[in-house]
């Protein structure tokens, strides 16, 4: 049976090498021209716990990380206990048998994947057998899987070819205890590849690719999950003339660190996560109120406090929307694909820059870590805003009044003209701290009206005309996707609202939104986030939510919807 | 009020030890700027919150640019200003509350970098501005009002830990004397790295320390503070811990050690940085196996 998309996944132990086996399986499929998208879990530990990593491999663009498994390779009996109910209908389970056994007659059959590895002359190529054993299963190309390894393995040292060799050897071995099971779950189609270069990215890279891409030069941050791998990134990458990076001693140094040279004329960012980014909420607050342009991202996992570090919920938005006290609500970009977090962290520099104040980039551990071929996007075509600034001659103040009539007038920059003193307490023209009303009113209405400045990011908008519009946020977009679709595909008369900027939104989606159509949004928390403040503003918007601490399956919210509508479907 | 802007709503008490700071500051950016040549757009002051904060709307004539921000935050601010812009002059100027109660957790980081900041720390022993609680300095037993029944807390000795946690720039002062205070401020911007200026600095309506410091020479009373005997070795990390195991306030340069600052040292990083183009580290990532 030819089949166009498999979900293989990997259970066990924090280093079995869970995720490299997933990885590797991903690689060899993109490079085949199949679309990939891996998702791991794991505990937050260094190492051991129970932990998997899997991988989908579609002909089509892969929108989330499926409804379930198609096969399941289980390196101990807990994994096997826990993955088994993802497992497929016709799905197939590969067990580790050096490490349990299981009855006889089941969907399943085992490997002792180290002893016939060590056969081979090379014990570490014991992932290679097991991938062997899932690349038959699904019929996937050994062509594919040796140019792999050669590759992989060709590093210019003595030796190499003995491994690459064994390796391959391994694969076969592999192979051959699948044959002798007689099971198969299908035929993978052939792929159409691309036309296009790829390249094969995390979000919390190509977030990082893409603030850089606008000209950030300033990075501050502390290390936490999930946000760790931006610090890393930057680390390694964010150098050269007028550029800065620099782990700091907490993320109450980093949003002030941000803060002092937003203020000298940088562009800088720092990622956190929720409890970080609570640590951050005052400093927030300065942002607005002296306008200094920063962006900050949170990378969302479990919370409340420590919460899930490795695990994906979108519970931070309120706290995002409102991170500090007083009048107060940022702008604030929510990619929901790898591609998306590329351009929201050029786009969230870049409105940092026109508005001349703090933006929040909102990601989440699904996103994070999830490796995906993507498009390789056109750095020349990324536009990089700067601020304006003031000239000498200019007659303006810092903190002069504006209705938005005019281009937004420019910032004194330390070293020119124009000195002044940005101030966390109300101020007048020059930033002299002052309680007279006139100054509070004139000035909460110019850091509310600079809010129109912002738009430009990615919405999609179909079927509006439906009375039913399904409007996910973040990384539940996938997965909705996949439910819209297939609820569409069944006849069901329903539409699709998505939206990267979640405030301001887009002109054309506030439109639908107050045309008063009941808006469905799906959304992995406990409150319903995103459809609460939708009706705080009067939309007639309601959540399917969901805690695990797991992405939505697309099967599920078919499901859900289906219910919410009265729409009987199949899934 | 203040002479530039007479809108401004703030003023310290009379004869508050900040004025005295506030001119010996003013004294010392000028002076700094005309000895480097630079314009005083190029000094950039840094205020945490209380009383102390106000400095920054009150130094007179060309102005510096300015941070008023949040409340034991100035080290980061100005880490953040100063790491983007390294040819700004940052400096800081925080009340003992603000520097060692809430914003102490800042001052080890800023010294293990080395950053080339200058902070001056107005060091009156209580908390003014919300009206006399008691503060990091405030004296074992001092009643308060947030210690009515006495202050049950050891006082932090400031001197003491910024030479433990390794500043590499200790002087200290009091407010009175601000041509010479303007000196040792002007001196500690012109050392590469973090150095720190504890200035005490009288509130004269909770905490009124003027006859404390100075004594009453025509009454026989000594007063804790004292000029540093001039044969005191600055350079000298025993010297200088010998000097604060003494009784008193010494005034002077208490220690100095001119290594690298955080952006020499980070300009040696950046000498062996990887010098890739964003178009080579996107491609990178381009799909081969």
């Excluded at chain 1, 519009?469 to 973040?474: A, C, L, S, T």
């Excluded at chain 2, 009175?176 to 720190?196: D, T, Y």
Aim: proline letters at 6%.
């Amino acid at each position: 049976m030819d089949k166009h998309d498999f979900v293989i996944r990997f259970a066990g132990e924090g280093g079995q090498g869970l995720v490299t086996s997933a990885d590797a399986l991903a690689r060899a499929a993109a490079h085949a021209g199949y679309f990939v998208q891996t998702h791991s879990t794991f505990p937050s530990q260094i190492m051991g716990g129970p932990a998997s990593s899997q991988v989908r491999i579609s002909t089509t663009p892969v929108l989330s990380s499926g409804d379930g498994v198609d096969v399941l390779v289980a390196l101990n009996q807990y994994a096997f206990d826990h993955h088994i109910d993802d497992l497929n209908e016709n799905g197939v389970t590969v067990y580790n048998a050096e490490e349990y056994d299981l009855p006889e007659g089941g969907h399943y059959f085992g490997i002792k994947a180290d002893e016939l590895a060590k056969s081979t002359g090379n014990a570490r190529a014991a992932n290679m057998v097991t991938i062997g054993a899932v690349a038959h299963l699904i019929d996937f190309s050994l062509v594919e899987i040796d140019e792999f390894i050669t590759q992989r393995f060709t590093r210019g040292r003595p030796g190499d070819d003995e491994i690459i060799e064994a390796n391959i050897k391994a694969v076969r071995l592999g192979v051959d205890v699948a044959k002798s099971s007689g099971f198969t779950v299908g035929q993978l189609e052939a792929p159409t590849a691309p036309d296009y270069q790829q390249i094969v990215i995390t979000g919390n890279a190509a977030l990082s690719m893409g603030a850089m891409a606008a000209g950030l030069d300033f990075y501050a941050g502390y290390p936490i999950s999930p946000a760790t791998t931006v610090l890393v990134w930057m680390e390694n990458n964010l150098w050269g003339k007028g550029r800065f990076v620099h782990q700091v001693a907490s993320e109450i140094e980093a949003i002030n660190a941000i803060l002092g040279a937003g203020f000298a004329g940088k562009k800088a960012m720092t990622a956190t996560a929720g409890p970080g980014f609570s640590l951050m909420s005052e400093g927030l607050g300065l942002a607005w109120m002296a306008e200094i342009p920063l962006v900050v991202t949170n990378v969302q996992r479990g919370g409340p406090a420590t919460g899930l570090p490795t695990k994906s919920e979108q519970s931070d938005l309120m706290a995002c929307l409102h991170p500090a006290h007083g009048d107060i609500t940022m702008p604030l970009l929510a990619p929901g694909t790898i591609e998306e977090c590329f351009y929201a962290g050029a786009l969230a520099t870049n409105w940092a820059e026109r508005y001349q104040g703090p933006v929040i980039l909102v990601s989440e551990f699904g996103l994070a870590e999830r490796g995906e071929n993507i498009r390789r996007p056109d750095l020349s075509a990324v536009s990089q805003e700067s601020r304006a600034t003031v000239s000498e001659g200019d007659t303006g103040k810092r903190y002069d009044s504006w209705d938005g009539s005019t281009p937004l007038p420019g910032m004194p920059i330390p070293g020119g003209p124009g000195a002044y003193v940005a101030n966390g307490s109300e101020h007048d023209e020059i930033g002299d701290t002052t309680h007279l009303p006139h100054h509070h009113v004139r000035l909460m209405e110019r850091r509310f009206k600079k809010l129109d400045l912002l738009d430009g990011a990615h919405f999609e908008i179909e079927n509006a005309d439906a009375e039913v519009i399904i409007m996910p946020w973040g990384s539940s977009k996938g997965p909705a996707r996949e439910a819209y679709d297939r609820l569409r595909e069944q006849g069901a008369d329903i539409g699709w609202l998505y939206s990267v900027a979640l405030h301001p939104l887009p002109e054309d989606v506030l439109e639908i939104l107050k045309s008063g159509k009941r808006i469905i949004v799906p959304e992995l928390n406990y409150l319903g986030q995103w459809s609460a403040l939708l009706r705080q503003d009067g939309y007639n918007a309601e959540s399917i939510t969901q805690y695990t601490g797991l992405p939505f399956r697309p099967a599920d919210l078919v499901v859900s919807i289906g219910e919410r509508i009265g729409v009987g479907v199949t899934v | 009020m203040s002479k530039r802007n007479p809108e401004y709503d703030f003023a310290w008490c009379p004869g508050c030890g900040d004025f005295g700071v506030r001119r010996a500051l003013q004294v010392a950016l000028e002076g700094y700027s005309i000895e480097h040549e630079e314009p005083q757009a190029n000094n950039v002051v840094v205020a945490g919150i209380g009383c102390s904060g106000n400095m920054v709307h009150l130094v007179e004539g060309d102005q510096p640019f300015g941070i008023h921000g949040i409340h034991g935050r100035t080290l980061p601010i100005s880490f953040g200003v100063k790491m983007g812009r390294p040819e700004l002059n940052t400096v800081v100027v925080a009340g003992d509350g603000d520097f060692l109660s809430i914003g102490g957790e800042h001052i080890g980081p800023a010294a293990s970098r080395n950053v080339d900041i200058t902070a001056v720390v107005m060091d009156n022993g209580v908390y003014g501005l919300t009206k006399g609680q008691s503060s990091p300095t405030s004296e074992f037993g001092a009643i308060t009002t947030s210690t009515p029944l006495g202050k049950i807390e050891t006082p932090v000795s400031p001197l003491k830990n910024y030479m433990a946690i390794g500043v590499s720039y200790i002087a200290s002062y009091y407010s009175s004397k601000p041509r010479i205070l303007a000196k040792l401020i002007q001196e500690a911007m012109n050392h590469r790295g973090f150095s720190i200026v504890h200035v005490q600095s009288p509130c004269t309506t909770y905490n009124d320390t003027y006859d404390l410091l100075k004594g009453k020479p025509k009454e026989g009373i000594q007063g804790l503070a004292y000029d540093i005997p001039e044969d005191h070795n600055p350079y000298s990390a025993d010297a200088a811990n010998e000097l604060l195991s003494k009784p008193g306030i010494p005034l002077g340069v208490i220690y100095k050690n001119e290594g690298k600052s955080l952006q020499d040292r980070y300009e040696d990083l950046q000498a062996k940085a990887p010098n890739r183009t964003d178009d080579e580290i996107l491609d990178s990532y381009l799909l081969q196996i």
